[in-house]
C-alpha cells in the first residue's frame, strides 16, 4: 500500500476496511473518518442539570408554575432530536472502529513494531475518541459521587493509566465495569440495578466473543445509566425546590426581563401598541359601567379581553405579542383547542342543517352529540388539536359521518347517501374556506360570549393571588377526577341545532379552558403589567392618535404560516391561497366589529 500521500486517518480508514468485510467495513471507515469526537453524553451537555443552572433557566422556572409534574428527561423530540440520534449512532460505529483498530495495532502482529516510522504515526492517530470516553465518563461521576468517593474515580479512571494498559493490550474492561456497577449502585436508584447489570453484561460478553459492538454497547449503557443519575438528581431538586421557584416568579422574571429590554434583546414595543390599541377600542365601546370601576380593574379587564381575542381570531397576520414568549407553546395549544371547538361547531350546525333536510321533527339528544364529535375526531386523526387546513383537507370525510349519523338519527336503515354527502360537502367548504367573512367569527362570538364571563369571575378571584396560590388553584392535579354523571341537557330538534340556540361546549371543558387562560393571564400580568404595560411612570393610556401610530406594528403578515415549536406563528392555518375569515382590526378607525362578549352586559371585573 503506497501511503506517502495518505494521511494517518485516511490510512486508519483503509485499514478498518481491510480488517472488516463488506459492506460494515465501510460504514465503520466513515464513521471513523467523520463522527464527532466526544461522546453524546458528557459533562457539557448535562451541565443545564446543575444546580446552578436550574435556578438560572428562566423557561424551567417559568414552566413549573404551570405543571405539578415538571422534570427533565431526554429530549429525542423532532427534527433536531432525529439529527441527535443519527450523529450518536456514527459515534458509536466509529467507537466500535476505534477498538478494531486498537485490536489490529495492539494486539496484533503490527503491535512488535509500535515505534518504527510507519506504525507509530497511526498507532497516535488511532487513539480519538477512547480517551475523550473516559475522561468524560470520570468528570461526569465526579459530578454525582459524593467527595468520600472521588479519590476511587480518579483513581480507576485514570485515563493516562488506562490508555497505557489499552497500548500493552492489557486493559481488563470487565474488571473496570464491575468496579463501575459497584459504585453506581451505591449511588443510583435501586431501580437502575438492572440496567447496570446489563451494562456489565454487555461488556463481559463482549471481551469473551471478542465482539467489539458487544463492547461498545456496554460503553452505551453506561453512559445511559449516567444520565439517568443526573437526571434523577435534578428532578429530585427541582422538587425540593419547586414552592421556593413558583413563589420567587413575579421577582425573578421581572428583573430578568428588565435586564432583556435594557440589552434591547426583546421587543417591548409591539405589545405596548397591542395593549395601548385595545386600552383605546375598549375605552369607546364598553358602557358607562366599565369606566367606574377602578383603574387597576379596567386595564387588567382589557389586557383579558385582547388576549381571548388574539387566540379566537383566525387571521393569520395577527401575532401574539413578544411578551408571551415564555408562554407560546401553552398559549397556541389553547388557540388550537379553542378553534376546534369553533371548527366542530360549524359542522353542527351543518348537521342540524341535513337534519331540517331530512326530518325537522328529530331530536338530537346530548349522547347523539358526543357520538357525532367522537366520530369526526376520529376522521381528524390522532392529535390534541388540529389546524383550519386539516379540517379542510378532512371535510369530505368529516361530511360522510355527518350524513351518517343524521340518517341514523332520523331512523333510516342505510348509512350513505350522495346527494346529502354533496350538499354537506359544499357547506363545509363554503364555511371553512377562509375567505368566507360570515363564518368563523360568529361561531367564535358566540364561543366567546360563553367563556369569557367565566374566565373575568376566575380572573378577578386570582388576581392578587400568589404565584404558589394560582398553582395550587389552577393547575390541575395529576390524578384525573372521576368523570362527570350523564349529561341531563334536553335534545334539540334539528332546527335549533342550525340556530343560534347549538349546543355548547361542555362545561367542565369551558372550566379547564378559563382555568389555563386565567393562569397565564393572571401571572403574566402580575409580571409584564407594570414594566411594559401599565408603567408607573406612564399611567394614562395613549391617546388615540399616538395608538394609531403605534399600532401598525402588531399587524404583520406571515409569509409562510407554519407549526414550528417556539416561533410565534398562528396555529390554525387557513387553507392556501385563501384570506381570513375574521374582520380585521383597523388601528387608524378602531372599527373592528366586537365580538359577543363586548356587549354592555359582558362585564364582570367591579
Request: with cysteine; charged share 25%.
Amino acid at each position: 500500500m503506497n501511503t506517502l500521500n495518505l494521511s494517518d486517518d485516511r490510512q486508519l480508514a483503509d485499514l478498518i476496511v481491510g480488517m472488516v468485510p463488506q459492506s460494515e467495513g465501510e460504514k465503520l471507515a466513515d464513521a471513523f473518518l467523520s463522527a464527532g469526537l466526544y461522546p453524546p453524553i458528557t459533562k457539557q451537555s448535562l451541565s443545564e442539570l446543575d444546580i446552578h443552572n436550574i435556578i438560572k433557566n428562566i423557561k424551567l422556572r417559568h414552566d413549573v408554575n404551570f405543571d405539578r409534574d415538571l422534570s427533565f428527561r431526554p429530549n429525542l423530540d423532532g427534527a433536531k432530536g432525529q439529527e441527535k440520534l443519527k450523529a450518536a449512532k456514527k459515534y458509536w460505529s466509529a467507537l466500535t472502529a476505534e477498538l478494531e483498530l486498537y485490536a489490529f495495532l495492539f494486539q496484533g502482529s503490527a503491535s512488535r513494531d509500535l515505534k518504527s516510522a510507519r506504525w507509530c504515526p497511526l498507532a497516535a492517530a488511532s487513539q480519538k475518541r477512547i480517551p475523550l470516553m473516559f475522561e468524560s465518563i470520570q468528570e461526569i461521576l465526579r459530578n454525582l459521587v459524593p467527595e468520600r468517593d472521588q479519590a476511587r474515580v480518579e483513581e480507576n479512571l485514570d485515563v493516562a493509566m488506562l490508555m497505557q494498559r489499552v497500548k500493552k493490550g492489557v486493559c481488563d474492561l470487565v474488571k473496570l465495569s464491575e468496579w463501575l456497577a459497584h459504585l453506581l449502585k451505591e449511588h443510583c436508584a435501586p431501580m437502575r440495578d438492572e440496567w447496570v447489570d446489563k451494562m456489565v453484561d454487555s461488556t463481559r460478553v463482549g471481551a469473551q466473543t471478542p465482539s467489539w459492538s458487544s463492547i461498545v454497547k456496554g460503553l452505551r449503557e453506561l453512559l445511559g445509566i449516567l444520565e439517568a443519575m443526573k437526571l434523577d438528581v435534578a428532578n429530585h431538586q427541582i422538587r425540593n425546590l419547586r414552592a421556593l421557584l413558583i413563589e420567587d416568579t413575579i421577582n425573578f422574571e421581572q428583573n430578568f426581563h428588565l435586564s432583556r429590554i435594557e440589552r434591547c434583546r426583546i421587543n417591548v414595543e409591539e405589545a405596548q401598541a397591542w395593549y395601548a390599541y385595545e386600552s383605546q377600542r375598549y375605552n369607546q365601546i364598553m358602557p358607562p359601567s366599565f369606566h367606574q370601576k377602578t383603574p387597576q380593574r379596567a386595564q387588567f379587564e382589557v389586557f383579558i379581553r385582547a388576549l381571548l381575542g388574539l387566540l379566537l381570531t383566525n387571521d393569520t397576520r395577527i401575532e401574539i405579542p413578544e411578551t408571551f414568549y415564555l408562554d407560546h407553546d401553552r398559549l397556541r395549544t389553547l388557540k388550537s383547542e379553542l378553534h376546534d371547538i369553533v371548527y366542530f361547531d360549524i359542522c353542527y350546525e351543518i348537521f342540524g342543517e341535513l337534519l331540517n333536510m331530512i326530518d325537522h321533527r328529530v331530536t338530537v339528544s346530548p349522547n347523539d352529540k358526543q357520538a357525532l364529535r367522537d366520530s369526526i375526531f376520529a376522521v381528524l386523526g390522532e392529535g390534541a388539536s388540529f389546524s383550519s387546513r386539516h379540517w379542510y383537507m378532512n371535510r369530505e370525510n368529516i361530511s360522510v359521518e355527518l350524513v351518517r349519523h343524521a340518517l341514523q338519527i332520523c331512523g333510516y336503515p342505510h348509512t350513505y347517501d350522495a346527494y346529502l354527502v354533496r350538499e354537506a360537502d359544499e357547506k363545509l367548504h363554503q364555511m371553512l374556506f377562509s375567505h368566507c367573512p360570515t363564518t368563523f367569527f360568529p361561531h367564535a362570538a358566540r364561543l366567546e360570549s360563553i367563556l369569557l364571563p367565566e374566565i373575568l369571575d376566575c380572573a378577578t378571584s386570582h388576581l392578587h393571588a400568589s404565584p404558589m396560590d394560582l398553582f395550587n388553584s389552577l393547575v390541575a392535579p395529576t390524578t384525573p377526577p372521576p368523570p362527570p354523571p350523564p349529561s341531563s341537557q334536553a335534545s334539540l330538534s334539528g332546527r335549533q341545532l342550525a340556530g343560534d340556540d347549538a349546543v355548547s361546549p361542555p362545561a367542565d371543558r369551558i372550566t379547564d379552558i378559563a382555568q389555563r387562560f386565567t393562569h397565564i393571564a393572571v401571572l403574566h400580568w402580575r409580571i409584564w403589567g407594570p414594566i411594559v404595560y401599565v408603567r408607573p411612570e406612564e399611567p394614562e393610556l395613549l391617546s388615540a392618535n399616538e395608538v394609531c401610530g403605534t399600532a401598525e406594528l402588531c399587524m404583520k403578515r406571515q409569509t409562510t404560516p407554519g407549526d414550528a415549536r417556539h416561533t410565534h406563528d398562528a396555529t390554525c392555518t387557513p387553507a392556501s391561497g385563501t384570506e381570513s375569515t375574521s374582520p380585521t382590526s383597523d388601528p387608524r378607525t378602531g372599527t373592528r366589529p366586537p365580538l359577543a362578549s363586548q356587549a354592555p352586559g359582558a362585564s364582570t371585573l367591579d
